[in-house]
């Protein structure tokens, strides 16, 4: 049975950032990952916009602030042919919005000015989603087409369908959370499209209104632009479409009726709020990508090791009348780690957040409370009153 120091199941942003960090401590790392290559999920089909987060000061603001400037700086250092930081110009939907935009100018927490409809910012940026996942993760052994079907424990080694062994494992595996049997580690499926086109239309900086679109690349005597992205939460039951999250390589099979229905419905969607910003000729589209992107119920990422809820209650049952337990004391998964919840902005959070889960795993520095899994156990278990 082979035997690694580190291994990371899911090869999105969260996983590749997670390669890179863990690569400058160790050359005993596996990656493993459903499909045939990285960012063949949700981070495939991710725009990969890097935008401020507009709004009053606040916890998330916070963060995604941290991790943009964070985030930024190493793609600009580490990968500067993957990154364009040509601006972002956020124009408002409506005249509610503008009012809104207007109250949040005390509070911006980075350069910009009036332009055209709406504010440009010069810290908006847009990277190539493949090509960095790709990087970040290059120095480690990677294993693809690989469905991780139990995962296990024992004496603090753990066992990957009973064939590879990890002394620590990383979990990255997005809206799929089925290896992660704790009920407080609540994850929504918010799915997404990104279309590619070629324009006659040149478009010299990134947009932002009700979709993103990105800066063009000249392309075959045309102009190649991203927009993204659309969000669909589906109520039915989409196990009988690409809209499956057991599906793998789900953007090099073949769609059925009811998956290209909605695709197209979205790419309708998309081109319409593209032309709102910018108005597109002669319109030809390359490529359209879908992916399941991972939300958490309070859209903070989940970082950090999982709570042993049925071994808490054990050891404190008070936990479910309120009673509050230091978190160092609840009983955990030991060597078992997170990283996950990143929602729409993967790439701007994940760098920012395998730097700290590193860190923490590596120096024992303590993580922000606002990005551990204790802080949705503390909450579900006081609702868990006998």
Same mark, same amino acid.
């Given at each position: ?68 400037? *964070? @985030? ?6 580490? +990968? ?83 064939? !590879?062994?990890?002394?620590?494992? *990383? ?13 407080? +580690? ?10 590619? %086109? ?48 057991? $599906? ?13 229905? %909605? ?21 030809? %589209? !390359? ?8 939300? @958490? ?33 609840? !009983? ?22 395998? @730097? ?19 802080? $949705? ?10």
């Amino acid at each position: 049975m082979k035997k690694y120091d580190y291994i990371i199941i899911g090869a999105g942003i969260c996983g590749c950032s997670l390669a890179y960090f863990l690569n400058k401590h160790s050359n005993n790392i596996l990656l493993i990952d459903k499909n045939s290559d990285v960012a063949f999920g949700a981070s495939g089909a991710a725009g990969a916009f890097l935008s401020p987060l507009l709004g009053k000061p606040n916890d998330f603001k916070n963060l995604v602030t941290k991790a943009l400037n *964070f @985030s930024l700086e190493i793609y600009k250092k580490d +990968f500067p042919d993957f990154i364009q930081n040509v601006g972002t110009c956020r124009i408002p939907k409506n005249e509610e919005d503008a009012q809104k935009f207007k109250s949040y100018i005390p509070f911006m927490d980075f350069e910009f000015k009036a332009f055209e409809k709406g504010y440009f910012f010069p810290i908006g940026s847009v990277v190539n989603s493949y090509q960095i996942c790709k990087e970040l993760s290059k120095n480690v052994e990677k294993l693809f087409d690989y469905e991780v079907l139990k995962i296990e424990q024992q004496n603090n080694i753990w066992k990957i369908n009973n064939e !590879i062994e990890a002394k620590k494992l *990383f979990l990255c595996t997005g809206a799929d959370i089925t290896l992660i049997n704790e009920p407080y +580690f609540d994850i929504r499926a918010v799915w997404g499209q990104k279309i590619d %086109i070629l324009s006659s239309t040149k478009v010299d900086i990134n947009y932002h209104q009700e979709c993103s679109l990105s800066k063009s690349i000249e392309q075959k005597g045309k102009n190649l632009i991203s927009i993204g992205a659309t969000h669909n939460r589906f109520k039915d039951n989409m196990q009988d479409s690409s809209y499956n999250l057991k $599906l793998k390589n789900i953007n090099k099979i073949k769609h059925n009726e009811k998956t290209l229905e %909605i695709i197209n419905k979205d790419t309708n969607d998309l081109l319409e709020k593209a032309n709102n910003i910018k108005k597109l000729e002669d319109v030809e %589209i !390359i490529d359209i990508k879908i992916g399941s992107r991972a939300s @958490s119920i309070d859209y903070f990422p989940m970082v950090g090791k999982l709570v042993d809820s049925k071994n808490s209650f054990i050891k404190y049952p008070h936990i479910k009348n309120g009673t509050h337990i230091k978190n160092e004391n609840l !009983i955990l998964y030991e060597n078992l780690y997170t990283i996950n919840g990143v929602g729409g902005r993967g790439f701007v959070l994940s760098l920012y957040l395998a @730097s700290n889960l590193v860190d923490s795993v590596i120096n024992n520095k303590i993580l922000d409370d606002n990005i551990t899994n204790y802080r $949705l156990f503390s909450r579900w278990a006081r609702k868990q009153k006998d």
